[in-house]
């Protein structure tokens, strides 16, 4: 009896991929009929019923199915769905519980138990509960196509709660304008329309430094002297952009074979170029003797010295229409600055959660640990130079010790 009834649901299952919908159902039929506790079956004659309209038939097969293969979270979400076309919203939100008691992270039993409360009028609920789906849910690019309408859908109303709980709490207390950036970014983080942004070290990360998005220049002495000094560097990068302009070289450059992630439109691209003066600790000195006036002026700088990181200084050239996506640093141990020299209109700089705008001659100086990004929109040529100084909180002793470990593991890694 045993290898009859496998001989039809083997049947059954060819002729449903084949797209023999009645043939496949009448031999589920018989299979239910030699075996009438026969779970698949009775779940594939619900789905023939459902699928033909016959929601009550459809519910009664899917129903017995539960009893007999609870295990399956897809059982239950089909009785959900029988239950719902026939209007029993008890009867649905059960099968609903019953799938993601078989599975908490089934997530289109999630999604339907959202939108059985979106149905209700409960719009909070169904926006929270949607907030676990898309947690769960793989991302956009891999969403189900039966599925993705639906996730869209979730992704909106909770996109929506969210600005709706933000607005609640910057009214709560006077509205934004009276806020630090420190409390807007918490109230965002709350609502969670952003995460936090942590230190996130390609290489040596010290812990308990604290992540400040940006530093205040006016706690830097060597600020003034290098602003002073913005017209003359700006001089000297167009010299060198005259003279030399293939010395601008992709500062994304990965070897064949490299995982390049989200470097991939910039990799070996002039849309992001740069001239170095000093890379890695090493100074390029023909570009600091076409540049001398902003060679004196770096060395007028704290600048981070860490063996084989640090210092580093450029030009960085952004092109128009040119996004830097989203990335973090190498330590923690050293603040990044900008001097920007060109800059049109519409560009712009996000370090964690704080955006600023580059304005000629004014430095800005952040970690960039912090999740960092840049964007051009402009028409024109964008142009900062970049270069590294100690992170302020480090005493001297801190810094030898930074130095000493960096050396170490390089060493080690050579040997």
């Known amino acids: ?43 594939r004659l619900g789905i023939h019923a459902f699928q033909r309209g016959a929601y009550q038939e459809a519910e009664a097969a899917l129903a017995r199915a539960c009893t007999l293969i609870p295990q399956d979270p897809m059982v239950a979400l089909m009785l959900a769905n029988a239950r719902r076309e026939l209007g029993q919203i008890e009867g649905e939100f059960a099968a609903l519980q019953l799938a993601l008691s078989a ?121 003034p002297a290098i602003e002073a000094q913005t017209a003359a560097i700006t001089e000297e990068l167009k010299g060198a952009l005259e003279r030399q302009q293939d010395a601008f070289q992709p500062y994304i450059a990965y070897q064949p074979g490299d995982p390049v992630n989200q470097w991939a439109e910039l990799n070996h691209s002039q849309r992001w170029s740069s001239l170095s003066l000093w890379r890695g600790g090493e100074r390029d000195e023909a570009n600091l003797a076409a540049c001398p006036k902003t060679a004196v002026a770096l060395e007028e700088v704290e600048m981070a010295e860490i063996g084989g990181l640090c210092p580093n200084a450029m030009f960085s050239a952004l092109a128009p229409h040119t996004e830097i996506p989203p990335h973090h640093g190498e330590t923690n141990a050293r603040l990044v600055v900008h001097l920007p020299l060109v800059v049109p209109n519409n560009c712009f700089y996000r370090v964690g959660f704080e955006q600023r705008r580059w304005e000629v001659g004014k430095v800005l100086i952040f970690d960039d640990t912090l999740e960092h990004m840049a964007r051009n929109d402009s028409d024109e040529l964008r142009v900062v130079l970049i270069f590294d100084v100690w992170n302020p909180l480090l005493s001297k002793e801190e810094r030898a010790l930074v130095q000493t470990l960096t050396q170490t593991a390089r060493q080690f890694a050579m040997e």
């Not at 999630?110 to 609920?125: F, M, P, S, T, V």
């Not at 169904?126 to 992704?155: F, G």
């Open 1 to 43: 009896m045993t290898a009859q009834i496998d001989a039809l649901v083997a049947q059954a299952e060819k002729a449903a991929g084949e797209g023999r919908w009645a043939e496949a159902e009448r031999l589920w039929g018989d299979v239910a009929k030699a075996a009438p506790d026969h779970g698949l079956a009775l779940h």
């Open 103 to 223: 599975d908490a992270y089934f997530y289109p039993a999630l999604l339907a138990k959202g939108a059985l409360y979106e149905r209700q009028g409960r719009l909070k609920l169904a926006a929270v509960t949607y907030r676990n789906v898309l947690k769960i849910a793989p991302p956009e690019e891999h969403w189900p196509p039966s599925l993705a309408p639906n996730l869209s859908r979730a992704a909106k109303l909770f996109s929506d709660y969210q600005e709706a709980f933000a607005i609640t709490l910057f009214d709560a207390v006077g509205g934004a304008g009276g806020l630090s950036g420190q409390w807007q970014e918490a109230i965002s983080i709350m609502s969670g329309q952003t995460k936090p942004y942590h230190a996130d070290c390609n290489q040596l990360h010290v812990p308990r430094l604290p992540a400040i998005p940006f530093y205040d220049p006016k706690d830097f002495a060597w600020v």
